[in-house]
């Protein structure tokens, strides 16, 4: 690209995320006591002045007479500039720097404070046009430098036309100012830069919107730091996930959209055509027949620890990673379970509904402390395990019962079969993943071998447990009383009514699938499930994905990455190299890990590098998917 562009830059909420006066009203005014109420007459001159709707320089004065500012809290300001550049101007200093002598903050701001916070990403002082402070004895604010033309009406115009720049003129920024630069014919090419707000009056006009600095790059051919603009990558969250993963998923820039329930496997397919990331949970069927139509689909987050719903090995072939929550939630299902076991030992349920209708049954009869009581867990992985130990804690007496060897904890004792688990105990609970062959896992044979009377809780998966079988021990009293959180067939919404052969028994306690939802354990998973998410998409980290095979990668320094997904066939790696080799392409650094079916190469090669390599590597036989990070 030559190098004889412009490119102008406001500052207020384009290079900082905030308008640089409201702010140091609040830093001047904090003991006012009237300070709120002056501070929105700041912030409401600052907003007309942006949009355009009055007069720039009137506004101003008002705004320094108003902001009772001091010399001495510029350093706070800047300070607080400092933290709140732009993320997307944080992550590009790599254009800063190679265009430097092209770079132009033009702003009605004051150079006081706007060239300490700009020079660090290598603008020159002397590109940095703006407005200066004026002093008073005692060190007050008390006007500007009226001559700048910046400080009056049409400013940036005056400026523009007394540089009189030879060459293309870009203009980024949020105010309807900047707009009127192109519209004066001072410049090519105006975006209207949208990440910390989109005024309405300048988006209307603008021919270009900016959503952050890497969209501008991008569009204009120019070195970014990230390979592809994250607003370009489509997130979809379905069923209600925690709102901070929507604001994770938004800070980084992508566009996300969000839906209360879950959608039918044809809404999926149509809906997943554009999607990059899908957020589920436990109810949306994520099928082969939806993983056909996710052309652009990279990654799947279970907002949830089962996977059962995705199929795991379609999803593998076609290259899409997917990752769950298998921690967040586990503490929040035990709680449940615990405080269930309790209740039906005191057949609290039933006699809670007597009273509703308003009968008096004060009576002891079949209701028992759990102390000393014998609790038999099938399934002793993260929530099995963790109910043993507080279980014990509670004074029972643990047993349990896995398909594979598991640490025992505590006192708990293994059974080797499962019939051994369920002669012994008084309260059955089952806690086994819901793997397909699970299917119908609990059923009449299982039912017999518990001791008459016990308890039995269900907050697993409701394919695995046969639901006439539970009805029918509940009914001839050998099962006493049950708690059932999941089932066979689940309601998509909460509009959707609840039918079930379950319905209506007594000491029956039923639950809406809520074994995880609690507000910590929604709040733990829309962290974890968007951090490993973006980890991958950064840096091709699939350390804890449960499809693929796991590689956590060192931080990417002064290469570029090539990711390439293939079938697991011989031959890939060396064609890869070979591809290099030809090229003449350096490599820094290279990982390979596989599983029976795919392989996962990550290579790091030098910045400097032949293009024709990344066609050649898309065509290489067996390539599955093929992305390239900066
Ligand atoms: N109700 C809810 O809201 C809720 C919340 C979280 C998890 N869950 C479900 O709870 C279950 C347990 O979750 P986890 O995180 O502890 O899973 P996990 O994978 O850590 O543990 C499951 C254990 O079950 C064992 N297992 C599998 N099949 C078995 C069988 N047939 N017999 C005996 N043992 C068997 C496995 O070896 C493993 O140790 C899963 O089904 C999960 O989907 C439900
Ligand atoms: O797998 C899980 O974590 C639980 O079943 C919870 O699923 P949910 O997020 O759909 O409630």
Request: glycine share 6%.
């Given at each position: 690209m030559s190098k004889d562009k412009y490119f102008i830059l406001d500052f207020d909420s384009t290079f900082t995320q905030v308008e640089a006066l409201d702010l140091l009203g609040e830093i001047a005014l904090q003991?006012?006591?009237s300070k709120e109420q002056i501070l929105e007459e700041i912030k409401a001159i600052t907003n007309s002045g942006m949009d355009g709707s009055s007069s720039f320089s009137e506004g101003l004065l008002k705004r320094i007479h108003l902001l009772q500012a001091h010399k001495k809290h510029l350093q706070e300001l800047i300070g607080t500039l400092e933290d709140k550049v732009s993320d997307s101007i944080k992550r590009n200093k790599a254009f800063f720097e190679e265009y430097t002598d092209q770079i132009l903050i033009v702003s009605s701001g004051f150079k006081e404070f706007i060239v300490p916070v700009v020079t660090p990403y290598g603008i020159k002082e002397e590109n940095v046009y703006a407005n200066t402070f004026v002093f008073d004895a005692q060190g007050y604010i008390s006007g500007f430098d009226t001559d700048n033309e910046l400080s009056q009406d049409k400013g940036k115009i005056k400026l523009l036309q007394k540089l009189a720049l030879q060459g293309d003129v870009y203009v980024l920024g949020d105010g309807y100012t900047d707009y009127e630069i192109k519209e004066a014919g001072l410049a090519n090419k105006f975006y209207a830069f949208t990440e910390n707000i989109a005024r309405d009056k300048v988006v209307e006009v603008a021919e270009h919107i900016a959503p952050n600095l890497d969209e501008f790059l991008y569009q204009n051919n120019l070195p970014m730091t990230?390979?592809?603009?994250?607003?370009?990558i489509k997130v979809l969250l379905l069923e209600n996930v925690h709102p901070s993963a929507l604001a994770l998923f938004k800070q980084e820039g992508y566009q996300v959209e969000t839906m209360a329930g879950a959608l039918s496997e044809d809404e999926l397919c149509e809906k997943i055509k554009d999607i990059a990331i899908l957020g589920i949970r436990s109810k949306t069927q994520v099928t082969a027949k939806v993983l056909q139509q996710a052309?652009?689909?990279i990654s799947i987050g279970?907002?949830?620890?089962?996977?059962?719903?995705?199929d795991l090995e379609a999803a593998l072939w076609a290259g899409i990673t997917v990752f769950n929550a298998p921690f967040s939630n586990t503490r929040s299902v035990v709680e449940l379970a615990l405080g269930e076991i309790i209740m039906l030992s005191r057949n609290v349920f039933e006699k809670s509904m007597k009273m509703h209708q308003g009968n008096w049954d004060k009576s002891a009869s079949g209701s028992m402390e759990v102390r000393d009581k014998k609790l038999g867990i099938i399934g002793y992985g993260n929530i099995g395990s963790q109910l043993s130990v507080l279980a014990e804690a509670l004074g029972m007496q643990v047993y349990y019962y896995d398909v594979v060897e598991k640490l025992q904890l505590g006192n708990a004792r293994k059974c080797e079969t499962l019939e051994q688990l369920l002669e012994t105990v008084d309260v059955v609970t089952l806690h086994v993943d819901g793997r397909e062959s699970n299917k119908g896992f609990f059923g009449e044979e299982a039912f017999a071998h518990m001791k008459p009377g016990a308890i039995f809780l269900n907050l697993s998966r409701g394919h695995i447990v046969d639901l006439p079988a539970l009805t029918q021990a509940l009914k001839s009293g050998k099962v006493a009383g049950a708690a059932v959180d999941v089932f066979p067939y689940e309601p998509a919404t909460n509009q959707e009514e609840f039918t079930n052969e379950?319905?209506?028994?007594?000491?029956v306690i039923l639950t809406p699938h809520i074994g995880g939802s609690t507000i910590e354990a929604q709040e733990n998973i829309a962290r974890f499930v968007p951090t490993r998410i973006m980890q991958y998409i950064n840096t091709g980290n699939t350390y804890q994905s449960v499809n693929f095979p796991n590689i956590q990668l060192p931080a990417l320094k002064n290469a570029h990455r090539l990711i390439h997904i293939h079938r697991n066939v011989p031959g890939v790696l060396a064609s890869i190299n070979s591809a290099l080799a030809s090229n003449q392409v350096n490599i820094l650094g290279q990982y390979l890990k596989t599983n029976e079916q795919i392989g996962y190469v990550i290579t790091d090669i030098d910045k400097a590098y032949n293009k024709k390599v990344i066609e050649e590597l898309r065509c290489i036989?067996?390539?599955i998917k093929f992305r390239m990070l900066y």
């Open positions: 003991h006012t006591e990230i390979s592809y603009p994250k607003n370009r052309n652009r689909l279970a907002f949830c620890i089962g996977t059962n719903q995705i379950l319905r209506g028994l007594p000491n036989p067996a390539t």
